[in-house]
């Protein structure tokens, strides 16, 4: 090879170095694009399950403030079921006005300090949750449904995908 060549083939390897570069920092910029997109509506759909979420407890909570009414006045079970129905009204505004961080800190926390009551919960928000759930598939169309679960399954796969404890030793970076 002569200096001509070896100069042209050290140019050409520069070059190709920096379209690589260039790709890779395209690459990246996508990618940093597409997840500020995925969290940006992961973070919406967060907050408008949250606050349906917060309408179902206050539902409850109305309901069983109904039930207290219609029993006895000063009894035993319409004094209980009057402070669960405002334990749970003022656990609707809690939902409410806390981000999902808080909220996931402040269940952590009941559960270890109360383990009954924080099952007794989850049971009350299991109900909820599947009113919620029939309610809305009552409302929606089946196209809204099947996109509302599309969405969910991308930022299921996006989430599982970046999530170490879903990864096998072998698939690692």
């Not at 006045?73 to 319409?78: L, P, R, T, V």
């Not at 809690?94 to 926390?109: C, H, P, Q, T, V």
């Amino acid at each position: 090879m002569n200096n001509n060549q070896m100069a042209d083939a050290s140019h050409s390897s520069s070059d190709t170095d920096t379209s690589i570069g260039s790709i890779a920092s395209d690459l990246r910029s996508a990618a940093a694009d597409k997840y500020g997109e995925v969290v940006k509506e992961a973070r919406s759909m967060a907050d408008h399950t949250k606050s349906d979420v917060a309408d179902e407890v206050k539902d409850v909570a109305s309901a069983l403030r109904r039930a207290s009414e219609e029993l006895r006045k000063g009894s035993a079970q319409e004094r209980t079921l009057g402070q669960i129905a405002s334990t749970i009204a003022g656990a609707s505004e809690s939902i409410r006005d806390k981000d999902l961080g808080e909220i996931l800190a402040m269940l952590s926390r009941a559960g270890r300090k109360n383990p009954v009551l924080f099952l007794g919960g989850a049971a009350l928000l299991g109900f909820a949750a599947s009113r919620y759930a029939k309610a809305s598939a009552d409302q929606g169309t089946s196209g809204d449904a099947q996109e509302h679960f599309r969405k969910k399954a991308q930022v299921d796969d996006f989430v599982g995908e970046g999530n170490p404890n879903n990864q096998t030793v072998g698939s690692m970076p």
